[in-house]
Nanobody, 123 residues
Framework: QVQLAESGGGLVQAGGSLRLSCAASLRTFSTYTMGWFRQAPGKEREFVAAISRSGDSTNFADSVKGRFTISRDNAKNVYLQMNSLKAEDTAVYYC?????????????????WGQGTQVTVSS
């Protein structure tokens, strides 16, 4: 069974930082594109960032460029470093995986999902 488990969410003041982690139980982790999405109350799930199979390429939503970074290691973990957080970053953040080497921003193109972790930014 494929499992993705997010951690690292919490409450932080505007301007602060958080690092989210995703532990992936996948048959062959390196063959999956990994992504982060978020969903605020009353909003659609939106793309945040993605990283290629090799970890050599990344893709970011315009709203987080210059503030967030995504990375992965060889221990089946993917990370989202969030800096200069804003109130509008408040959302449930989800880790996702897809079987193809294209960093799609479309949720429907991802095959597996974590349960989400809450990030709340206070001002």
């Amino acid at each position: 069974q494929v499992q993705l488990a997010e951690s690292g969410g919490g409450l932080v003041q505007a301007g602060g930082s958080l690092r989210l982690s995703c532990a992936a139980s996948l048959r062959t982790f390196s063959t999956y594109t990994m992504g982060w999405f978020r969903q605020a109350p009353g909003k659609e799930r939106e793309f945040v960032a993605a990283i290629s199979r090799s970890g050599d390429s990344t893709n970011f939503a315009d709203s987080v460029k210059g503030r967030f970074t995504i990375s992965r290691d060889n221990a089946k973990n993917v990370y989202l470093q969030m800096n200069s957080l804003k109130a509008e970053d408040t959302a449930v953040y989800y880790c996702a995986a897809r079987r193809y080497d294209w960093m799609s921003p479309r949720p429907r193109e991802y095959d597996y999902w974590g349960q989400g972790t809450q990030v709340t930014v206070s001002s």
